[in-house]
């Protein structure tokens, strides 16, 4: 079965088919009658859509198509692959239609705002006896960082302590593109 209910001329009436080949125009046959004929397969129309990806402290736009009833959604991940520039995998941040909104489907949305989560930057703290040393590094958005982890930061050794999120509140562990920051002991 390919649709709820597809015409077949010889019953003359929406009925249950079977696909039997697909293609620009698809092959069926009719499970009420056994008749086979061809149905103009359905196009999905396509929109191009503007995304500013941001990237530690830059930001750039691309130019991505995507099927027009697709749902976006604030917080989710939205592969960008625009022709003219890399693929980059991204979350989105906010949605621009006529103002902003936590979900759209894609034929409404005029900008689409997103931050790259495939190399993110991490902002860690190390301290040892009161002094606190900042350090920043880049890393695959999808690496681990966990409470009680032995760590290596331009020489300096430290044990994490507390791992702060991009969201609210804190965690015992985390992917890297959920960070916010990391406080750590030099051990």
């Given at each position: 079965?390919?649709?709820?209910?597809?015409?077949?001329?010889?019953?003359?009436?929406?009925?249950?088919?079977?696909?039997?080949?697909?293609?620009?125009?698809?092959?069926?046959?009719?499970?009420?009658?056994?008749?086979?004929?061809?149905?103009?397969?359905?196009?999905?129309?396509?929109?191009?859509?503007?995304v500013i990806v941001s990237s530690d402290r830059q930001s750039q736009p691309y130019f991505i198509s995507i099927p027009a009833r697709e749902?976006?959604?604030?917080?989710?991940?939205?592969?960008?692959?625009?022709?003219?520039?890399?693929?980059?995998?991204?979350?989105?941040?906010?949605?621009?239609?006529?103002?902003?909104?936590?979900?759209?489907?894609?034929?409404?949305?005029?900008?689409?705002?997103?931050?790259?989560?495939?190399?993110?930057?991490?902002?860690?703290?190390?301290?040892?006896?009161?002094?606190?040393?900042?350090?920043?590094?880049?890393?695959?958005?999808?690496?681990?960082?966990?409470?009680?982890?032995?760590?290596?930061?331009?020489?300096?050794?430290?044990?994490?302590?507390?791992?702060?999120?991009?969201?609210?509140?804190?965690?015992?562990?985390?992917?890297a593109k959920d960070i916010q920051r990391i406080w750590g002991r030099e051990i």
């Open positions: 079965m390919i649709a709820d209910q597809i015409f077949c001329p010889s019953c003359g009436s929406d009925t249950g088919h079977a696909l039997i080949k697909s293609g620009q125009e698809n092959l069926v046959r009719c499970e009420e009658c056994g008749t086979v004929h061809s149905v103009q397969a359905e196009r999905e129309r396509l929109v191009s859509l503007k749902l976006l959604r604030v917080g989710e991940e939205l592969l960008v692959d625009d022709p003219a520039k890399e693929v980059v995998m991204t979350q989105i941040t906010s949605l621009e239609t006529d103002k902003r909104v936590e979900s759209a489907p894609a034929a409404s949305v005029k900008t689409v705002w997103a931050r790259a989560t495939d190399q993110v930057p991490v902002k860690i703290s190390v301290y040892r006896h009161g002094q606190t040393r900042p350090f920043k590094i880049s890393v695959p958005g999808d690496e681990l960082f966990s409470v009680g982890e032995a760590r290596k930061v331009q020489g300096s050794r430290f044990e994490i302590v507390k791992i702060k999120l991009r969201a609210e509140g804190f965690a015992d562990a985390a992917p």
